[in-house]
């Protein structure tokens, strides 16, 4: 074969493997380029919930145990009957009015957040908050600005009470009857 004859072969040779091998990967690159931008968004998102995870660990480091406990003091793991007990009469005799009855009815259970889908429900079944209501009345019996005042302080106790009823009954002269339907809350697991 002459010099002529072989470096037209190499040409031609060279020429179809740029066209087969060569020309599809620079074809490819514009592709690659578009997955290259869409892992960079994809990291800078990753970055942004690390850093948001590490303020969020930081900031709960940065409860005082005081704060805990008023938070558990708010909303307590069990009904804790006693204590609530303790608490109410303690605030009755504060105020000077006489408990003559106390009920605590049924505990009703009830859970937070309510899941939209089955993925849902797969994915928050275990993060799901769940509370029990304690629906309790009390009976008294005193002037009205007692029961007023007793109201106001039973506004501001730490755990979470809801009065959803007040009855006022007649009585002797400057006393009177109050019955007082209310819930408070504990967690349930």
């Given at each position: 074969?002459?010099?002529?004859?072989?470096?037209?072969?190499?040409?031609?040779?060279?020429a179809l493997a740029l066209i087969f091998f060569?020309?599809?990967?620079?074809?490819?690159?514009?592709?690659?380029?578009?997955?290259?931008?869409?892992?960079?968004?994809?990291?800078?998102?990753?970055?942004?919930?690390?850093?948001?995870?590490?303020?969020?660990?930081?900031?709960?480091?940065?409860?005082?145990?005081?704060?805990?406990?008023?938070?558990?003091?708010?909303?307590?793991?069990?009904?804790?009957?006693?204590?609530?007990?303790?608490?109410?009469?303690?605030?009755?005799?504060?105020?000077?009015?006489?408990?003559?009855?106390?009920?605590?009815?049924?505990?009703?259970?009830?859970?937070?957040?309510?899941?939209?889908?089955?993925?849902?429900?797969?994915?928050?079944?275990?993060?799901?908050?769940?509370?029990?209501?304690?629906?309790?009345?009390?009976?008294?019996?005193?002037?009205?600005?007692?029961?007023?005042?007793?109201i106001v302080e039973l506004e501001s106790i730490?755990?979470?009470?809801?009065?959803?009823?007040?009855?006022?009954?007649?009585?002797?002269?400057?006393?009177?009857?109050?019955?007082?339907?209310?819930?408070?809350?504990?967690?349930?697991?």
């Open positions: 074969m002459n010099k002529l004859t072989f470096s037209i072969l190499l040409g031609i040779t060279t060569v020309m599809p990967d620079f074809q490819s690159i514009p592709l690659e380029s578009a997955k290259k931008v869409k892992l960079e968004e994809i990291l800078g998102k990753f970055d942004e919930i690390r850093l948001k995870k590490e303020a969020i660990v930081s900031s709960y480091a940065a409860i005082s145990d005081d704060d805990i406990k008023r938070l558990d003091s708010m909303l307590p793991e069990g009904p804790e009957i006693g204590e609530l007990l303790v608490n109410l009469d303690l605030l009755v005799k504060k105020h000077r009015l006489q408990l003559t009855g106390i009920q605590f009815q049924k505990i009703e259970r009830e859970t937070t957040g309510r899941p939209r889908n089955a993925a849902e429900v797969a994915l928050l079944a275990k993060k799901i908050v769940r509370y029990s209501k304690l629906p309790i009345t009390l009976n008294m019996i005193g002037s009205y600005e007692n029961f007023r005042k007793f730490i755990r979470i009470t809801d009065v959803r009823n007040i009855t006022l009954g007649g009585g002797v002269t400057g006393s009177h009857t109050f019955t007082l339907q209310a819930d408070t809350y504990y967690m349930s697991r």
